[in-house]
């Protein structure tokens, strides 16, 4: 694998047809079909992204019926807040631009670009695989030690924060402005 291709674009590159592969020797298409291929990768990364943090949610679901039924104080508010922020990233990701630029317009997003729009999201399922892992600690955590489920509660708050800071910073990543 190389270290600059995102895990996916090399899942790409290996489901690539033999007539795919021909079509990227005719000039001028070449370029367009590995723009595609990164837009595509992209939309699926996203969506594997929503969906993960979906499960996430059910989770803390999950977490504010335990404080509920272990009457944990304070939990309810953050547990709330939590989830509505999480909804809106949510959200964000699903209708976040995958890349496009119509022809005419002043600014193009070129092939390195897109690859930096795929870096970016490869961090963000790492970051999504953590905050998942911690919503299910805290699960557990509610009913048998509740200073630490409160904790593990402000945590995934935290992270929330950092992945729609980072998530509004991403145009700016896609177009090379901001590093990785």
Known sequence: MSKDKPPIMEKVDEERTLTQKLMKLIPGWRGYRIKEERRNADRILRDQLCTRLRRTQETIKDIRSAAVEAGLEGAYTAIESLTSRT???ISEMMHADYGYR???DEIKIKEDDLMNMLRFDTWFVEQVQEFDRI???AVGN???DSAAALKEIKR???MVTEM???WKG???VILGVQPV
């Open 170 to 172: 991403r145009t700016d």
């Open 87 to 89: 909804e809106r990233l």
């Open 164 to 166: 729609t800071t980072k």
């Open 135 to 137: 919503a299910t600690e």
């Open 102 to 104: 119509p022809y005419f």
């Open 156 to 158: 995934l708050g935290r």
């Open 142 to 144: 509610v009913t048998d």
